[in-house]
């Protein structure tokens, strides 16, 4: 019934045909983000895609997409393609449901609150200081930098200090190594199946080596806290003082690893990727990047970048939200329906799997004139106040939305500032950079600069 009309009680909306039996599966496995794309362009709102044994529908419409994240959210939970992140990332926040995961995201709230933000402005500084003081280096050899690299180790020791409240040190080094080699494994077998992730063939092979060593990591930082017994009143704090109300029994070490696995994980790479693109969207732009360094210079002077000085950083919070609508990290994600629903006038079965992909919706023209132009103007006042709230999904919404959403923020225009007041950045050109969709959105292959040192 693909593509029936919509006076049909309860048709399927439009869509591609795709293949007997496999659906699209082969198109989302080769180019996903081209197929959705595409998808949208074509049919509109709401599209039927068979993806092997599902039922797909991607939505792009904002009053389609908050129904799901948010009015009926109870009737979705994340949807089989989390298995994957799964297998790395286990029961913790990101991808546990219901009750367990409420209980874990009450508990760790209050590490996102204001006052606790305000307390990791100096930790958020102090690592970006120690990245520039390397770059000093860099800028007098004329040598360029892996800017992807060096915001990925700088939003990790950040994550790890003001979460964890300690430093990786030397396991520095196998997280940077072992992360990459999991993040492709998991985008490369997203759309497979469960033999094929299992089977003892080199990738597979080289992704369970990598997280037993990205685990070592893990349990190292919880063994040491244990063996510390301090109380520092961070997240890490928060989760082992947690006492179930009936037996009293503590979180288990393998539930802890779960929780600091994926905070250490969904708290770097987003943001080291965000501030990535803004990085090679400027490149574009020159003229925005000497006005943001202005506004730097005016906002902060020759001080120290702080709390208070965050909300006077109009345009480099613009720059970064624009660089988050062309090139969300989180590039998309996607919900199994518990129940039977009803989409946009079009029903959604129970068991159906459907996508919510913000670099679609981000980029869909009756939502955002003009989607390809970067225009930090988008995020003025006037123009925010017109635009419903789930045009702009960066950082998902509803109950499940990403609980580190000013944490990121924050601590993503306290780099911008903190590099501009000392540092230009000029990419090397023509580097061929393209947005690869593994579980985030990367520039394939790196982005290469150069650093000169500002008068
Ligand atoms: C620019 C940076 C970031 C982006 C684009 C981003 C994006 C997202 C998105 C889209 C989701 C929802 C996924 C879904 O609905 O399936 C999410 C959830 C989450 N994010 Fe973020 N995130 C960022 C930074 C962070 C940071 C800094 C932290 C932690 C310090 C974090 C921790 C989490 C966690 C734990 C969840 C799961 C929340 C839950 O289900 O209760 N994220 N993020």
Redesign the pocket.
């Known amino acids: 019934m693909i593509g029936a009309a919509r006076s049909d009680p309860f048709p399927f909306p439009p869509g591609p045909r795709g293949y007997p039996i496999l659906g699209v599966l082969p198109q989302l496995r080769s180019d996903p983000i081209r197929t959705f794309l595409d998808a949208a362009d074509r049919y509109g709102d709401i599209v039927h895609l068979k993806a092997g044994p599902y039922h797909g529908f991607l939505i792009s419409n904002p009053a389609d997409i908050k129904h799901v994240l948010q009015d009926n959210a109870r009737n979705y939970h994340?949807s089989p393609l989390y298995q994957r992140l799964k297998d790395t990332l286990g029961n913790g926040?990101?991808t546990s449901e219901d009750a367990f995961?409420l209980r874990q995201?009450r508990l760790a709230q209050p590490a996102f609150h204001r006052q606790r933000l305000v307390a990791m402005t100096d930790a958020m500084v102090s690592c970006t200081e120690q990245m520039l003081e390397r770059w000093e280096h860099a800028a007098a050899t004329g040598e360029t930098v892996d800017l992807v690299a060096e915001m990925m180790a700088v939003t990790q020791a950040i994550?790890v200090r003001t979460?964890f409240s300690t430093d990786l040190g030397a396991a520095a080094e196998v997280v940077n190594r072992t992360w990459p080699i999991i993040n492709r494994r998991i985008g490369e077998t997203f759309w497979s199946t469960k033999l094929e992730t299992t089977l003892p063939i080199p990738a597979n092979r080289r992704f369970a080596h990598a997280l037993r060593e990205l685990d070592s990591v893990v349990y190292r930082i919880i063994a040491n806290r244990r063996q510390s017994g301090r109380d520092e009143s961070d997240l890490l704090s928060m989760f082992l003082s947690v006492r179930d109300e009936e037996t009293g029994a503590g979180m288990t070490d393998r539930q802890l690893r779960d929780e600091v696995m994926?905070?250490l994980l969904?708290?770097?790479e987003?943001?080291s990727l965000?501030l990535s693109w803004t990085y090679y969207l400027l490149s574009g732009h020159p003229e925005i990047g000497r006005r943001i360094a202005d506004e730097v210079d005016r906002v902060i002077g020759d001080g120290r970048p702080a709390f208070q000085h965050v909300d006077q950083l109009t345009l480099t919070r613009r720059v970064l939200e624009e660089s988050?609508r062309l090139y969300?990290?989180?590039w998309g994600?996607s919900r199994l329906s518990l129940g039977d629903d009803e989409i946009g006038g079009y029903r959604v079965p129970k068991g159906s799997i459907v996508f919510v992909i913000?670099f679609v919706v981000h980029r869909r023209p009756k939502l955002w004139p003009d989607p390809g132009r970067f225009d930090p103007h988008r995020f003025g006042p006037e123009q925010e106040s017109t635009r419903p709230r789930f045009a702009y999904i960066?950082?998902?919404g509803g109950p499940?939305?990403?609980?580190?959403?000013q944490?990121?923020m924050l601590?993503?225009q306290l780099i911008l500032a903190s590099i501009a007041r000392r540092f230009q950045i000029d990419l090397v050109p023509a580097q061929n950079i393209r947005p690869e969709p593994l579980i985030t959105l990367r520039p394939k292959p790196g982005i290469r600069a150069k650093l000169r040192k500002r008068a």
């Open positions: 994340k926040l990101l995961w995201r994550i979460m994926t905070m969904a708290g770097h987003t943001t965000a988050l969300p990290p989180a994600f913000p960066p950082f998902g499940r939305g990403c609980i580190g959403n944490f990121a601590e993503a």
